[in-house]
């Protein structure tokens, strides 16, 4: 059993930057595509960055294309969050799903590709 455990949340001035950390215990990333999703009080969970398992290829929702970069080694997965804005603030979360390599290098924006799931680290955006 893959347990994602998220850090580097906290409270950001609006135009300010955080960074996201997730780690797998007891395993490397190596072989798996993950992904970064939010809930918002009140909202959906959101969608926001996919990686492939070689880290190649990268994906972005509208809403934070051009500010957020994820990106990952063997250890880590990380969301680089530039130009934070009163609207991001939410509870981020990190997922993973195994991706053998005769699957392709793809990677997944939909909730239910995802096997794994951190618990999520709370992002307050003030104004």
């Known amino acids: 059993q893959v347990q994602l455990v998220e850090s580097g949340g906290g409270l950001v001035q609006a135009g300010g930057s955080l960074r996201l950390s997730c780690a797998a215990s007891?395993?490397?990333?190596?072989?798996?595509?993950m992904g970064w999703f939010r809930r918002a009080p009140g909202k959906e969970r959101e969608f926001l960055a996919a990686?492939?398992?070689?880290?190649?290829s990268t994906y972005y929702a509208d809403s934070v294309k051009g500010r957020f970069t994820i990106s990952k080694d063997n250890a880590m997965v990380f969301l680089q969050m530039n130009s934070l804005k009163p609207e991001d603030t939410a509870v981020y979360f990190c997922s993973g799903r195994y991706a053998p390599t005769s699957w392709g290098d793809s990677y997944y924006f939909r909730p239910y590709d995802y096997a794994y799931w951190g618990r999520g680290t709370q992002v307050t955006v003030s104004s």
């Open positions: 007891g395993r490397p990333f190596s072989g798996y595509a």
């Open positions: 990686i492939s398992r070689s880290g190649g």
